[in-house]
């Protein structure tokens, strides 16, 4: 894992779960573009329309705050992001099957906790990531800190938990 | 210094003599299930990265139970999917309509003496962690996991913090587990248990029957646990010893085991409670909701689907009608529970009621099939979860309770207790 990720934010809040992300009606497949049609379809209004009048993401990055992914087991979460177009979720805490989907999975949308007050960030702010410093800095405003991955980088570097098991025999 | 019942289990999965928490551990998996809607990715990864060969056919169980029976052509596609990936496998543990003898995957596994004390067990469906119930390890994982987990039979484990919850007394009447899980949700919050295993004991879950006490374990994961778990007991041991031949070896948490938090409850504090929408840590006194009218009344699923949930809710509905108007769904997790309420006559009261019978499976509990809600809608539940949309439109409504707090609503038409 190396490099720089750019894109515009997509800020959400607390709790946002498994449901919103990708709605169980829409669970009769794993295909990546199909689910990526539906992603964040039952999201709170509140927080704007994730997905344009073409059903495509204008966004890079997702900024959430505690418990991101939470509630049912489905990798199609982390998959109809990654095929929307999302390379990174910026969280101060992620629910614990989410965020093994998104390492385990291997697609490059990568769960980045930090422990940073995050409501600088706006809706459409360009955000620079450094996944080697792991820090973010928001255009033209402040940079924070990421947390490590601690032992299950070596996964994330293999590009994933089949990638690691193949291997390492 | 000791350690709890989780640490012992994954540290013996992993081969180590201790383990701590926060640290990373490779275990051998002893049970995985799998279903329909999660199971896809798995058989391609089998397929296509590790050559087509499960580690032990025998370890795995293969419980099609979300959208069967087949509720539309794509997921007909999955299930044909999944029982022809069993078939080429030789994998003989299959529950499924074909079978005549199927349900949701976690009242089947238990009560077809797959759940052993010691064990670890992994699924993927979230609601896993419920086989702690009996003294396991066991939680619920990605479809990534699973089909690693199927060519290698071992996967990686943070090792979780454990929080003890001890419930001392004795539970009131018309007090369910769903009930005191609730109220900890509630006390918790949505992510209170983030990462951690969540270990029951106390006089009170002693005198729980094994049914109930799967309410309690099923719903860690809506406090953010990896899982929960219950020390065996003699209950445990029966249990299990009457549904399977195979050897196991119980763990105990010692007596000087770290805990990362404790709460204890007097269970004679505890009422019937609703979880409000839209997250399960909505929690109010059900009676403080009787301004809340309902459409509908589901009494079903892992949760609230067991035989003592119709028990429960046929105590309450004998001779009485269901409200004019609004929907009664009975939905058996299991066609063994099926068969059960109808031979003791619980169908004759749910029917005489208004009730409707659903065929056994997941249906409506996620908004799948087989009862979802339209637009404005609300509904009492006895499931686990009462997200924005999650068991039907965006804009309908879902009020979690105990079997009990359903039966009494479904008179009432009205949230009551």
Redesign the interface.
Same mark, same amino acid.
């Given at each position: 894992m190396a490099g720089v990720i750019k894109g515009r934010a997509f800020v959400v809040g607390d709790?946002i779960?498994t449901?919103?992300i990708i %709605?169980?009606?829409y669970?009769?497949?794993?295909e990546p573009s199909t689910l990526a049609r539906n992603a964040m379809? &039952?999201l709170?209004p509140k927080y704007g329309a994730f997905l344009d009048a073409q059903n495509k993401c204008p966004y890079q990055i997702i900024v959430a705050r &505690?418990?991101f992914g939470?509630?049912?087991?489905?990798?199609h979460a982390p998959i109809a992001l990654a095929a929307a177009g999302i390379r990174a979720v910026i969280a101060n805490?992620f629910?614990?099957?989410y965020y093994? =989907?998104s390492i =385990?999975?291997?697609r490059s949308i990568y769960p980045l906790e930090t422990a940073a007050d995050l409501s600088p960030v706006k809706t459409g702010d360009e955000l620079e990531i450094d996944l080697d410093k792991l820090t973010v800095k928001i255009s033209g405003g402040q940079t924070f800190a990421l947390k490590d991955f601690? %032992?299950?980088k070596e996964?994330i570097d293999c590009g994933?938990?089949?990638a690691y =098991?193949?291997k390492h025999g | 210094m000791g350690m709890t019942i989780t640490e012992k289990i994954l540290a013996r999965a992993a081969g180590k003599k201790t383990v701590t928490p926060g640290e990373v551990v490779f275990a051998g998996v002893d049970i995985a299930l799998a279903h329909d809607v999660t199971s896809d990715l798995a058989i391609d990864i089998v397929e296509k990265d590790f050559g087509g060969q499960v580690w032990d056919p025998a370890k795995i169980i293969i419980l099609p139970d979300h959208g069967v029976p087949n509720k539309d052509i794509q997921v007909a596609m999955l299930v044909k999917k999944l029982l022809d990936f069993a078939a080429a496998q030789k994998i003989k543990n299959i529950f499924s309509v074909e079978t005549g003898d199927y349900g949701v995957c976690h009242t089947m596994l238990p009560y077809r003496g797959f759940v052993r004390p010691g064990q670890v067990i992994v699924g993927a469906d979230s609601h896993t962690c419920q086989h702690g119930s009996l003294g396991a390890f066991s939680t619920g994982i990605g479809s990534t996991e699973l089909g690693n987990v199927f060519a290698t039979g071992r996967l990686w484990f943070r090792v979780p913090e454990t929080i003890k919850i001890e419930v001392n007394g004795r539970l009131p009447d018309g007090v369910l587990a769903k009930d005191l899980v609730l109220r900890v949700i509630g006390d918790l919050g949505v992510d209170g248990a983030l990462y951690m295993a969540m270990e029951w004991s106390g006089k009170a879950i002693d005198a729980l029957s094994i049914d109930e006490r799967m309410t309690l374990t099923n719903m860690a994961i809506e406090c953010g646990a990896k899982s929960g778990i219950i020390a065996p007991d003699q209950k445990t041991l029966n249990f299990v010893r009457a549904r399977t031949p195979e050897k196991f070896e119980p763990l105990y948490s010692d007596p000087d085991a770290e805990y990362a938090r404790a709460l204890t409850y007097q269970a004679e504090d505890l009422a019937p409670v609703v979880a409000k929408p839209f997250s399960p840590a909505n929690v109010v006194p059900a009676r403080d909701c009787r301004d809340v009218r309902v459409d509908q009344v589901y009494i079903g699923s892992c949760t609230g689907g067991k035989y003592e949930d119709f028990a429960a809710a046929a105590r309450i509905l004998y001779g009485k009608k269901k409200s004019p108007g609004i929907r009664l769904l009975i939905v058996p997790a299991t066609t063994e529970i099926q068969r059960q309420i109808i031979k003791d006559g619980l169908y004759d009261i749910f029917m005489d009621a208004g009730g409707v019978l659903v065929s056994a499976g997941c249906n409506a509990c996620l908004g799948y099939h087989g009862g979802v809600l339209a637009a404005g809608e609300t509904a009492v539940s006895t499931t686990n979860r009462n997200f924005r949309g999650r068991m039907g439109h965006v804009d309908s409504r879902v009020y979690l309770a105990s079997p009990i707090t359903a039966a009494k609503t479904a008179i009432a038409g009205y949230i009551t207790d």
């Open positions: 709790n779960d449901d919103q %709605p169980a009606r669970l009769t497949t794993m379809r &039952d709170e &505690d418990n939470c509630g049912s087991s489905r990798e805490s629910a614990r099957i093994r =989907n =385990n999975g291997g601690g %032992p299950v996964i994933g938990l089949t =098991n193949k | -």
